[in-house]
């Protein structure tokens, strides 16, 4: 069975960091293209970074600069270093791993950031 478990959510002060973790079970990361979505309160699930198995990295615009997606193939895991957050930022994070027709999701971690 697959399991993606996120943590290192929680509340911070605008300008402060957090680092995301999402590590996974029952399934090789290391071949699978993974991404960081978020959904605001309200608002509809967005893309946030991709890390495809060969190395490709892309950002959203509203986070370039700040966040930094990495993965250790080792420790089966994706991380989203996010610096310099914003109250814009708060969202529930979710990680994704996706290899042809195959996507697993995991629960999701709050991030709030209070102004």
């Known amino acids: 069975q697959v399991h993606l478990v996120e943590s290192g959510g929680g509340l911070v002060q605008a300008g402060g960091s957090l680092r995301l973790s999402c590590t996974a079970s029952g399934i090789v990361l290391s071949i699978y293209n993974l991404e960081w979505y978020r959904q605001p309160p309200g608002q509809q699930r967005e893309l946030v970074a991709f890390?495809?198995?060969?190395?490709?990295?892309n950002y959203a615009d509203s986070v370039k600069g700040r966040f930094t997606i990495s993965r250790d193939n080792a420790k089966n895991t994706v991380y989203l270093q996010m610096n310099s957050l914003k109250f814009e930022d708060t969202a529930v994070y979710y990680c994704n791993a996706r290899h042809g027709t195959m996507s697993y999701w995991g629960q999701g971690t709050q991030v709030t950031v209070s102004s």
């Open positions: 890390i495809r198995s060969g190395g490709t990295i």
